[in-house]
C-alpha cells in the first residue's frame, strides 16, 4: 500500500466547518462514549427496569396482602413511597455508572487519548457531566412517570392511590428524576477525584450509605442535629411528600444535595488540571 | 516540528526527565534512544501535556500543546501501552477521538483502511492482539492528519510483516515533510528506520546526531589486523595516535587509525599482513557502549553504600 498517497489523499479540513476542538463537539464525542460501552447499557437499563418496575411490583404485593395488614401499616401506608421506592436501587446504579464514566477512562488509559485530544481537559469534565445528567434525568423522568402512573391504577383497589394533580405529588414524581441525575454528577465528580473504580464507588456508597449508619448509633440527639443535612437524606427529601420533624423540606434539602455534588465538581475540576494526568 | 528547552520532570525523589533539550525536526524520521527507565516516555508524555514539567518547556510547532486549536491536526500520537478503553469498538474509539476535534466522519474509516483494520473495526478493542492494538494507536495517530506525529515504541508487538509496514509508513511520512519522532529500545529497528537520533540514559541527553555519526562516534573506526608480526606491528604503531587491543595471538584491534593507513605503515615496515579489515559497530554496540555508563550507574545505585565500606 502507498501509504503516503492515502494520508494525502484525505485533507479533513473537507467537512465544511474548520477543525478544533469545542465545547459542542466534545459533548458529541462523549455521547458516542457513554452509548458504545457495553457496561453503560446494562447500567442504564437496570435502573431504568428497577426504578420503573420496582414501585409497580411493590405496589402489586402490597395490594395483594392489604387484608392482613395492620391498622398502622394501613394507616401510614404512602402512595408516593411505593410507587416510586424503585430510586433505592436505581441510584445505587446511577451512582456506579456516574463514577465508571471517568475511571473507566483512568483504568484502561483512554483518559490519555481524551486528554491528548482535548489538552484543556475541563471540556471533557464538562462534556461529561451534561452528557451523563442529560441521560439519567431523560431515562429516570421517564421511569419515574411510568412507575407513578401504571402504579395508581392497581392502588385503587383498595383506594389509597394518589393523583399527580394532588399537592406536592408532581414534584416527588420529579423529584425522584431530579436526585437521582444529581446522585449520577456526585458518582461522577467523586470518580474525578478518585480517579479508581473500586476507591470511587466505595467512596460514593460512603458518602451516600455509610455516614446515614453513623449517625445512627450516634446519641439521639446527636444523630438528629447531623442527619437531615447528609447527603442522602437530604437529597431524597424531594420525593418525600411531606418533610417530617428530622429532614429537610423538599427544595432546601435537594439544593443542599445539589451543592455537595457541584462542592465535589468543582473541587475535581481544580484537580483535573493540575495532575498529571 | 518539536522543541524542548531545558526540560525537567521529577516525580516525588526520581528525577525522570533531566535538563533535556533537542530539537526533532521536519521532513525526517527521528528516533528516541534510550534503555528502559531513561524517561522516553515521559518525555513523550510531557510533549502531549499530559504531564506538566518540573522545569524548562517543551513546544510543537512553536506552541505548548495544550494551547494547539485543533491538537489532533496538529500532532498525531501513539501511546505507550494502549491508551483504549478496552471495552469499546475500535470504529467508536476512532469517532469519538474525530467528534472532539470536528474531524469528519469519513476520515475514521480512512484511516481505518490506511492501517488494514477494516475486518475487525466493529469489534471490541479489548479482544485485539498487541499487533491490532498497535494498528489501532497508529490510525488514532493519523486521524487528524496531523503534521507532527510522536510515537512510543510503535513497533512493539508487531509482526515482521508490520514492522516493516510500520517503517515503510513512517518513512513516507517524514518523505511528505512531516515530523516523525519515534521512541524504542530496539536499536536494529532505528537503524532501518530513523535518519535522526536524540540518544537519552537516566533522563539525560546523551547522543543527539545522525545514525551514521552515532554508529561512527561510538565504534571508533576500529580495523581489524591479522599478521604473523603482532610486535613488530605494534612497535610501528608506537609513533602513531591509535591503541592497539589483542584480540588473540595474530590478531589485533587497532583504533584511531584508517585500514589504509595501516596497511601502508605496514608495507613501509615490510609486515606481513592476512587481514585488514574495518569494523564497523552495529547500531546496537554503539548503543550499548554509549549507555552503558548510564545503565551501570542506575544498577550500582543500591550498591553504592556496600562500596564505600569496601573502599
Known amino acids: 500500500m502507498n501509504a503516503a498517497a492515502t494520508t494525502q489523499a484525505a485533507t479533513p479540513t473537507t467537512g465544511g466547518a474548520r477543525i478544533g476542538v469545542t465545547q459542542a463537539r466534545v459533548i458529541r464525542s462523549e455521547w458516542t462514549k457513554l452509548w458504545s460501552l457495553r457496561s453503560t447499557r446494562w447500567a442504564l437499563l437496570l435502573s431504568v427496569v428497577s426504578m420503573a418496575g420496582l414501585g409497580i411490583l411493590i405496589s402489586a404485593v402490597q395490594m395483594a396482602h392489604w387484608n392482613q395488614m395492620s391498622p398502622g401499616d394501613r394507616a401510614t401506608f404512602s402512595a408516593i413511597d411505593v410507587s416510586l421506592g424503585g430510586w433505592h436501587i436505581a441510584e445505587l446504579a446511577i451512582g456506579v455508572l456516574g463514577v465508571l464514566v471517568i475511571t473507566g477512562e483512568y483504568s484502561t488509559g483512554q483518559i490519555r487519548s481524551t486528554f491528548a485530544a482535548v489538552p484543556h481537559r475541563l471540556p471533557v469534565l464538562w462534556a461529561k457531566t451534561i452528557v451523563y445528567a442529560g441521560v439519567t434525568m431523560t431515562l429516570m423522568l421517564a421511569a419515574s412517570l411510568v412507575a407513578f402512573f401504571v402504579s395508581q391504577p392497581i392502588l385503587r383497589q383498595h383506594h389509597v392511590q394518589t393523583s399527580f394533580s394532588a399537592p406536592h405529588v408532581a414534584r416527588c414524581v420529579v423529584g425522584a428524576a431530579l436526585f437521582m441525575t444529581a446522585a449520577g454528577v456526585l458518582g461522577l465528580a467523586l470518580g474525578a477525584l478518585v480517579r479508581n473504580t473500586a476507591g470511587g464507588i466505595a467512596t460514593f456508597a460512603g458518602v451516600m450509605f455509610v455516614l446515614p449508619g453513623i449517625t445512627a448509633i450516634l446519641p439521639n440527639s446527636w444523630g438528629d442535629s447531623i442527619s437531615p443535612y447528609l447527603p442522602l437524606n437530604a437529597g431524597t427529601s424531594i420525593i418525600a411528600l411531606h418533610a417530617d420533624p428530622h429532614t429537610l423540606t423538599a427544595w432546601p434539602g435537594y439544593l443542599l444535595f445539589c451543592g455537595y455534588t457541584l462542592g465535589a465538581l468543582a473541587l475535581s475540576a481544580l484537580l483535573l488540571t493540575r495532575r498529571d494526568a | ?311
Not at chain 2, 486521524?143 to 516493516?164: A, M, Q
Not at chain 2, 573506526?221 to 587491543?245: C, F, G, K, M, Y
Request: charged fraction near 25%; charge should be negative.
Open chain 2, 1 to 311: 516540528m518539536i522543541e524542548a528547552h531545558r526540560l525537567s520532570k521529577r516525580y516525588g525523589p526520581t528525577l525522570a526527565v533531566d535538563d533535556l533539550s533537542f530539537v526533532v525536526r521536519p521532513g525526517m524520521v527521528t528516533g528516541f534512544l534510550g534503555p528502559n527507565g531513561a524517561g522516553k516516555s515521559t518525555t513523550m508524555r510531557l510533549i502531549l501535556g499530559l504531564d506538566a514539567p518540573t522545569a524548562g518547556s517543551v513546544t510543537v510547532n512553536g506552541k505548548l500543546y495544550r494551547d494547539l486549536r485543533a491538537p489532533l491536526a496538529e500532532v498525531g500520537a501513539l501511546l505507550e501501552a494502549r491508551a483504549i478503553h478496552t471495552g469499546r469498538s475500535a470504529y467508536l474509539h476512532l469517532r469519538a477521538l474525530a467528534e472532539s476535534n470536528g474531524i469528519p466522519r469519513m476520515r475514521v474509516d480512512e484511516v481505518i483502511r490506511l492501517v488494514g483494520l477494516e475486518g475487525v473495526a466493529r469489534r471490541r478493542v479489548g479482544t485485539f492482539s498487541l499487533g491490532m492494538g498497535q494498528r489501532l494507536g497508529v490510525a488514532a495517530a493519523l486521524l487528524g492528519d496531523p503534521k507532527t506525529l510522536v510515537l512510543d515504541e510503535p513497533s512493539n508487538g508487531l509482526d515482521p510483516e508490520g514492522i516493516r509496514w510500520i517503517r515503510h509508513l513512517l518513512r513516507s511520512l517524514a518523505a511528505e515533510g512531516k515530523t516523525v519522532f519515534v521512541s524504542s529500545h530496539l536499536m536494529s529497528e532505528m537503524s532501518l528506520m530513523a535518519d535522526h537520533l536524540i540518544v537519552v540514559g537516566r533522563g539525560r541527553l546523551i547522543a543527539d546526531t545522525t545514525v551514521r555519526e552515532f554508529v561512527r562516534q561510538a565504534s571508533g573506526d576500529a580495523v581489524l589486523v591479522r599478521t604473523p608480526d603482532v610486535l613488530l606491528l605494534r612497535e610501528a604503531l608506537q609513533n602513531h595516535d591509535a591503541t592497539v587491543s589483542e584480540e588473540d595471538d595474530d590478531a589485533v584491534t587497532i583504533r584511531g587509525m584508517s585500514s589504509r593507513a595501516i596497511g601502508e605503515l605496514a608495507s613501509e615496515r615490510g609486515i606481513v599482513l592476512h587481514e585488514l579489515t574495518p569494523v564497523r559497530a552495529s547500531l546496537e554496540e554503539a548503543f550499548m557502549s554509549l549507555t552503558r555508563d548510564a545503565v551501570e550507574y542506575q544498577t550500582a545505585e543500591r550498591d553504592e553504600p556496600a562500596e564505600e565500606v569496601a573502599v
